[in-house]
């Protein structure tokens, strides 16, 4: 599948692969680099080849990518391991996409333009009695509830928040975060090496001009921004297995104190061998699906690729965890040294198993669809 490319997308990945190889990866290995300086360098050289953009609307200045151009965008960076550097990408709409006035003055195009940052709250405590709700009485919305893992959270300028509006269903609610009300109770690093809030809402006041569309619509809205995340996270772990394959195909080429290439050894060689099948199998699912969200996204709704996104990202964040794990053991003990790439590779990949979605909810909705909704063509 990735062979058989459109002529400007196979330019567009060559164009990113000379990027990732002549720019980003020295960038990435500069030790001397402090962070912003270097998030500012990838920034100008991610503009300079038209990357930035590909996550932003068009009429909001940006290029606006498709499923099948940002796949290869993603696997492309992710091969070189250079996929994790902030700045790479300019922030997208998120759920706010397709907003209107006053949103859109308010808080997107300012979101998009980098003046504001935004969080997600959609994650409840474990041992919330209720979800976060809110009330509506005449213009304002009054929230009530917690929110236990929001990516950011503590340094956004709002959050957009699931919030159960009482007779209306769910609603995406835009809280800004000093609103009287809105506390940061916690924030604490995962081992991906990224950092979060635990955030609780004690009767906040937020204009009800502040629900993303009507109240009811937060669902769908929010899986809608979640289901691009997890292709992503897809595309990602290919281009990240095809890294990690391409370490130990030099690891176990090279000399060995046995006096010979750990390669040579069969046993080796069929753990290699599942490797690229697993890795194979994985890249051409995620290039079929985002093919499939490509046509599903020209077709209109009610066609979505919802289910062949769910079966990739399971698949391919599964992969590349095990892809990960038998490079670590085919390299050996110095592959858990705190700073190898492996190592940290290792902390990367694991949440993807769970952000956006655990494996095994995930295959509860896969086989909820067909079993009890006769939906889920995959
Ligand atoms: C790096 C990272 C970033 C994140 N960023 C955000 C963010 O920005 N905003 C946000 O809102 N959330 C965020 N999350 C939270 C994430 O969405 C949740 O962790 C994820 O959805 C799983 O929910 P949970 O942690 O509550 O686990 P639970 O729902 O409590 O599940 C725990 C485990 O129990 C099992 N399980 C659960 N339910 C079932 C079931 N019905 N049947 C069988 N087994 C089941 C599964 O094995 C699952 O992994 C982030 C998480 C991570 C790791």
Redo the contacts with the bound molecule.
């Keep these: 599948m990735p062979e058989q490319l459109p002529a400007s997308i196979a330019e567009l990945r060559d164009r990113v692969d000379a990027l990732a190889r002549e720019t980003l990866a020295p960038l990435r290995d500069d030790a001397t680099l402090a962070p912003a300086p270097r998030k500012a360098q990838v920034r100008a050289a991610s503009k300079a080849a038209g990357v930035f953009g590909m996550t932003q609307p068009k009429d909001l200045g940006g290029s606006e990518a498709g499923a099948l151009a940002l796949t290869v965008v993603r696997d492309t960076l992710a091969a070189h391991n250079v996929v994790h550097l902030s700045g790479l990408f300019g922030p997208g709409p998120g759920v706010l996409a397709g907003a209107t006035a006053p949103l859109r003055g308010s808080h997107l195009a300012p979101l998009l333009a980098g003046e504001k940052r935004a ?5 409840e405590p ?1 041992n919330a009695e209720r979800a976060t709700w809110g009330r509506l009485a005449g213009d304002t919305l009054l929230v009530n509830g917690q ?1 236990s ?3 950011g959270g503590a340094d956004a300028d709002f959050i957009n928040t699931l919030v159960d509006v009482e007779g209306h269903g769910p609603a995406l609610v835009v809280i800004d975060r000093r609103t009287r009300g809105v506390e940061v109770a916690q924030t604490f690093g ?1 081992m ?1 090496g ?1 950092r ?1 809030a635990h955030m609780v809402f004690r009767d906040v006041e937020v204009p009800a001009a502040h629900i993303v569309g009507k109240p009811g619509e937060g669902l769908p809205r929010a899986m809608r921004q979640i289901g691009d995340t997890r292709l992503a996270f897809a595309a990602e772990a290919v281009g990240l297995a095809r890294w990690v394959i391409g370490f130990v195909t030099d690891h176990i080429q090279a000399p060995h104190r046995s006096g010979q290439p750990l390669g040579a050894r069969e046993g080796v060689r069929l753990r290699y061998a599942d490797m690229r099948i697993r890795a194979y199998a994985a890249r051409s699912m995620v290039y079929r699906t985002a093919r499939v969200a490509d046509a599903a996204r020209r077709a209109g709704a009610p066609k979505n690729a919802v289910n062949e996104v769910i079966a990739t990202k399971v698949f391919a964040t599964e992969v590349v965890g095990e892809v990960v794990d038998w490079g670590i053991q085919l390299v050996g003990g110095v592959a858990l040294r705190v700073g190898h790439p492996l190592e940290a590779l290792h902390r990367r990949v694991r ?1 993807m198993r ?5 494996s ?2 995930l295959r ?1 909705n896969l086989a909820r669809g067909k079993l009890d909704l006769g939906k889920g063509r995959i």
Excluded at 354 to 358: L, N, S
């Design positions: 969080a997600f709250g959609f994650t474990e929110k893992y929001v990516t995962s991906d990224t979060h949440a769970i952000a956006e979605g655990a095994d909810v509860l």
